[in-house]
C-alpha cells in the first residue's frame, strides 16, 4: 500500500492524517516547524481536541502515521499528497497563500516514485488553485478538495462528512483522492477547482450570516422584550431553514469565518461587484461583541477600576485556540475602558493580556469580581452551582455572552442575569420539549 501524504500538521492536517489512519490508509506527516514534528513523534498533538491524543498514539504504535521533517521523503512514494498549509488573512482581507505557494513549488522539486495527485485542502480564493497548477501539472494532478471541519470535533467531521467535494480539470484526475474516502459512503460532487473553492468559502459564509443573523433577532428581542432562544427555535424548526447557528452570543471568532467572508468581499471589491450581504455580515459581528460590553456597561455604570471576572478565552469551546477570538478583543476592549480582568478558560494557559489582565486556573477565583462575563460556551460553566460562585461577585452581576447558563438557576442564587436577546430578569419556565398536537 503506497502512503498519503499530508503537508502541513495543523488542524486541518492532523484531522485528515488521523482520519484517513481510521480508514485503514498509512499516513506520512510532514511540516516546517521541525518542533512540531518532534512533538507529534513523542504522541504530543499540536493543539486540544477531545480523544485526539488516544487515537494519535494509537495509530503511531501500530505504524500507521508517520512524522517528517524531510518533505522528499515524506512524499516520495505517495499516491495522495494533501495540502493543508495555513492561508491567513491580510490587513485587506485577502488571503495570504504565499505559504500554499511555497508548498507546491517544494512538491514541484520531488522525485516521485509514481506520478501522484496533490490535493489542495487549505481554503482559498476562488482561482487559486488553476492560478497554481503550473506549478506542479508537469509531475502531478491538482485538485481542490475543500474541508468543511469545526475545531474541537476536526477527526469526528473528516469521518462524518455531510458531502465530499472534488474539485477537477476532469473526474480521473479526482479519483485517486476519492477512492481514499468511499468507505465514508457520503455524496460525491465532482466540480471544477474553481466551483469546489466556491463551494468552501460560500458554506463558511452562510454560516456566518446565520450567526448574524440570530444576533441580530437577539437584539430586536431585547428592544421588545422577546425571548430570543424562543424565538430562534421556534425558526430553525423549519426545514428550510435549520436550527444550527441560530444561537446569538458575542459572535463569530476564529481563524476561517471571519477569514472566508472578508477574502470573498475583498475578492468582490477586486471585481467592482457590489455584494452586500457579506459586508452586512461582517458589520453586524463587528458590532456584537459591542453590544455584549454595553450590556454590561449598563449595568456597571462605569467599567473605570471596576475588575471583571471572564470565563472563556477559545475562540469557541472543545479547543484551546484563541486565533482571532472575540473573547480577546472583549478583553481588550474592557481594558481601554479602565477595567481589570481575571480570566480563566479550561484550555486556554497562555495567551497575550493586557496589562490590567490576568490568567487563573480558577473559575472561582476569576468569579472573585465586581461582575462576570461569560465568553465561551463551555459546558462546565453552566455546571457550575451559581450558589458557590455567587457570593464572590460583589456587584451581583453576571453578564452572559453566549446564553449557556440558565437564567433561573443564577437569578435564584440572588444575582442579576444578562443575557444575549433573554430578558434580564427572572422569566417563566419555558418549554423545552416539542409534543404533538
Not at 491538482?142 to 470535533?153: D, H, N
Not at 424562543?230 to 458575542?250: A, H, N, S, T
Not at 442575569?417 to 416539542?434: D, H, I, Q
Amino acid at each position: 500500500m503506497r502512503p498519503v501524504c499530508i503537508v502541513g500538521t495543523g488542524y486541518v492536517g492532523m484531522a485528515c492524517m488521523l482520519g484517513l489512519a481510521e480508514l485503514g490508509w498509512v499516513v506520512h506527516g510532514y511540516d516546517i516547524v521541525r518542533d512540531r514534528i518532534d512533538r507529534l513523534r513523542r504522541g504530543i498533538p499540536p493543539y486540544r481536541e477531545p480523544g485526539l491524543d488516544e487515537i494519535l498514539r494509537k495509530h503511531a504504535e501500530t505504524g500507521r502515521v508517520r512524522f517528517f521533517d524531510d518533505l522528499e521523503d515524506a512524499a516520495r512514494d505517495a499516491m495522495v499528497i494533501v495540502v493543508a498549509v495555513g492561508t491567513p488573512a491580510r490587513d485587506d482581507g485577502s488571503a495570504d497563500i504565499a505559504g500554499l505557494r511555497a508548498a507546491l513549488e517544494a512538491l514541484s522539486e520531488v522525485e516521485f516514485a509514481v506520478r501522484p495527485t496533490v490535493a489542495i485542502r487549505s481554503t482559498v480564493p476562488p482561482g487559486t488553485t488553476d492560478q497554481f497548477a503550473a506549478l506542479v501539472e508537469q509531475r502531478c494532478d491538482l485538485v481542490y478538495a475543500p474541508e468543511f471541519l469545526r475545531e474541537g470535533s476536526a477527526v469526528h467531521d473528516f469521518l462524518h462528512p455531510d458531502r465530499i467535494v472534488v474539485g477537477c480539470t476532469a473526474p480521473d484526475a479526482g479519483l485517486a483522492y476519492a477512492r481514499l474516502l468511499q468507505g465514508l459512503e457520503r455524496p460525491l460532487i465532482f466540480t471544477s477547482r474553481r466551483n469546489a473553492e466556491l463551494i468552501k468559502s460560500c458554506s463558511n459564509a452562510f454560516l456566518a450570516l446565520k450567526i448574524s443573523f440570530a444576533n441580530e433577532i437577539a437584539a430586536l428581542c431585547d428592544s421588545l422584550g422577546g425571548e430570543s432562544d424562543d424565538v430562534l427555535r421556534g425558526i430553525g424548526y423549519d426545514r428550510r431553514i435549520g436550527g444550527e447557528f441560530l444561537r446569538p452570543g458575542i459572535g463569530f471568532g476564529g481563524p476561517c469565518f471571519e477569514k472566508d467572508v472578508r477574502s470573498i468581499e475583498y475578492v468582490a471589491s477586486q471585481r467592482q461587484l457590489d455584494l452586500q450581504l457579506f459586508s452586512a455580515t461582517l458589520r453586524v459581528n463587528d458590532a456584537q461583541p459591542r453590544r455584549v460590553l454595553q450590556s454590561l456597561e449598563r449595568e456597571m455604570g462605569t467599567l473605570a477600576a471596576a475588575t471583571i471576572g471572564v470565563w472563556g478565552l477559545a475562540f469557541k469551546a472543545g479547543t484551546d485556540d484563541v486565533r482571532d477570538s472575540l473573547a480577546l478583543r472583549i478583553v481588550d476592549s474592557l481594558a481601554r475602558r479602565g477595567a481589570r480582568t481575571v480570566v480563566y478558560d479550561p484550555y486556554v494557559h497562555v495567551a497575550r493580556l493586557p496589562a490590567a489582565s490576568r490568567l487563573t486556573t480558577s473559575a472561582l477565583e476569576a468569579a472573585n469580581a465586581d461582575a462576570l462575563l461569560v465568553l465561551t460556551e463551555w459546558p462546565q460553566f453552566a455546571a457550575y452551582d451559581p450558589t458557590e460562585y455567587g457570593p464572590s461577585i460583589r456587584r451581583r452581576i453576571v453578564v452572559d455572552g453566549r446564553n449557556i447558563l440558565d437564567p433561573e438557576r443564577v437569578t435564584a442564587a440572588g444575582l442579576r442575569y444578562v443575557g444575549v436577546g433573554r430578558e434580564s430578569s427572572p422569566c417563566p419556565k419555558r418549554l423545552t420539549a416539542v409534543s404533538a398536537i
